[in-house]
């Protein structure tokens, strides 16, 4: 009996043994699991200390910005229900003054229909409210244009609730920015940065007064720079939250440092969708300069409408990459006109600055003042050409009707780019100095798949200008049946490069 049961015992243990062995392992394995996960994830205070502290920048800066409401004046509306006054007169100015209630007899209408009171009485009521920052200790402060236009009462309330009236300095409908200034010393001006050094993913905050709360802070990131929005002014897009009331109110860098003004925001419903947009402060600042001087800001010009250079242009007129500004119509006896810059001229250059896109044109004229010289450099006929221009004050463009009248009778049988030519008529051919150019009086084939039109000028043949039928058709008979060309097409007061693909 012992001798059969001690073999049981030494099993038992040895199984207890590699019972317990598992369990120990079992027991390391989950420590070290534990050790591990302990050892890799990060501590609160990590993931605190690796997000933005925006507490220190709200505490520096939110003391220069002020909220800003504006009244209007608008005619005393009443019902008119004085002695003699028709009672239906209440009824018209919901309704119309057509309007005549059942059962009511239509008395003489009363003054002015019963709708403003007689004498042109007005009466002051809330326009709008908006946001500003302060920029100078002696009471300088920035907005937008549109905060502050058509108002007779401006009101500017600082963070310790004081509110004070504001006067305007100088307004920029173009730029929307608007100077205004209220009579106080000692203000803590906002620190000016500097836009230029703006990169995207940078976060930036904006304070202001959405929907009338004020001192509302919100945060995000520069989503672009240089955002073109067909102004005179490259606008900072950003995805921090920006809403009615907003506007006006700084875009504030980590350093505390104004580097835009909040200025609109590209929305479906009219509220914020992710998308606004601030005037970079750079810009801001050389308006101030002016609004202070003269109250209104003077801009250059020089006579030119453009487009943009199609990437088949470029590569037809021998430019390397697309870009600059093609000029599509000089202004006769425009500044343009007398520096000799011509329809169908590619501008790439303005003082030195580079001309990627058409929209960097019109910006760099116009922040160049009146009556100065400025270096213009154009792309004509497969080379650079250095050019000086006059700049002129802005002014509002004039277009000039082109007298399209039939041609003479002597015109070209249809060649192979599909186009019959004759004359331009001498009040047309006169408006370009460069050429008289020829008229279009049939298209076909290539020619009409391009878009060209009877009546259409073609002033040049790729680099050959062109004055007469005789120099087009012996421009044209110098092409290969199969070439492309590249024509210089002037309709109305616009020319245009047009690629012709003969067939």
């Known amino acids: 009996m012992s001798f059969s049961q001690e073999p049981r015992r030494k099993m038992k243990t040895k199984i207890a043994g590699v019972t317990a062995g598992l369990f120990l392992i079992a027991g390391l394995s989950s420590a070290m699991v534990y050790a591990e996960t302990t050892t890799s994830a990060p501590t609160t205070s990590a993931l605190v200390a690796s997000l933005p502290d925006f507490t220190q920048v709200v505490a520096k800066t939110e003391g220069s910005v002020v909220n800003i409401r504006t009244t209007e004046a608008v005619p005393v509306r009443g019902s008119q229900m004085g002695p003699g006054a028709d009672p239906s007169d209440l009824f018209r100015w919901f309704f119309g003054p057509d309007f005549n209630p059942p059962g009511m007899q239509r008395q003489p209408p009363s003054p002015r229909g019963g709708l403003p009171v007689p004498g042109n009485k007005e009466r002051t009521v809330p326009r709008g409210i908006g946001s500003g920052f302060i920029i100078s200790k002696d009471g300088y402060i920035l907005t937008n244009n549109h905060v502050i236009e058509k108002s007779n009462g401006i009101f500017v309330t600082m963070m310790d609730g004081k509110e004070y009236k504001a006067k305007v300095i100088g307004t920029d409908p173009r730029s929307d920015v608007a100077l205004i200034k209220i009579d106080v010393n000692n203000l803590t001006p906002l620190t000016i940065g500097d836009s230029d050094k703006l990169k995207k993913g940078q976060w930036v905050l904006a304070i202001g007064s959405p929907f009338g709360l004020d001192s509302t802070v919100t945060s995000g990131i520069i989503s672009a720079i240089n955002r073109d929005t067909g102004d005179y002014l490259p606008f900072i897009q950003t995805d921090v939250a920006v809403n009615p009331g907003n506007s006006g109110g700084p875009l504030i860098n980590l350093e505390g440092e104004v580097v835009g003004i909040n200025s609109q925001i590209v929305s479906r419903s009219g509220g914020f969708m992710g998308i606004s947009l601030a005037i970079p402060i750079d810009e801001v600042m050389r308006i101030v300069e002016q609004l202070k001087a003269t109250g209104k800001v003077t801009r250059g010009r020089i006579g030119v409408q453009i487009t943009e250079v199609a990437d088949q242009v470029a590569k037809a007129l021998g430019m390397s990459t697309a870009h600059g500004a093609l000029v599509s119509n000089v202004e006769e006896g425009g500044p343009a006109d ?16 580079k001309i990627n896109h058409m929209s960097d044109l019109p910006r760099l004229v116009g922040a160049t003042q009146p009556d100065t010289v400025a270096d ?62 020829v008229e279009v009086l049939q298209v076909e084939g290539g020619a009409a798949q391009a878009g060209i039109e009877q009546g259409d000028i073609i002033l040049r043949v790729n680099n050959t200008d062109i004055a007469s039928p005789e120099q087009y058709a012996k421009a044209v008979a110098s092409l290969g049946k199969s070439d492309e060309v590249i024509l210089l097409v002037r309709r109305a007061d616009q020319s245009q490069w047009v690629i012709v693909k003969p067939e």
Do not use: H, Y
């Open 338 to 353: 007398k520096a000799g810059i011509r329809a169908g001229d590619v501008i790439t250059g303005f003082n030195g600055q």
């Open 376 to 437: 213009v450099t154009v792309w004509r006929k497969g080379k650079s050409i250095d050019i000086k221009a006059k700049i002129g004050e802005m002014l509002n463009p004039t277009a000039s009707p082109v007298d399209q009248s039939s041609a003479e009778p002597d015109a070209s049988p249809v060649d192979q780019l599909g186009l019959q030519v004759g004359p331009v008529p001498a009040p047309a051919g006169s408006k370009d100095k460069s050429s008289g150019g």
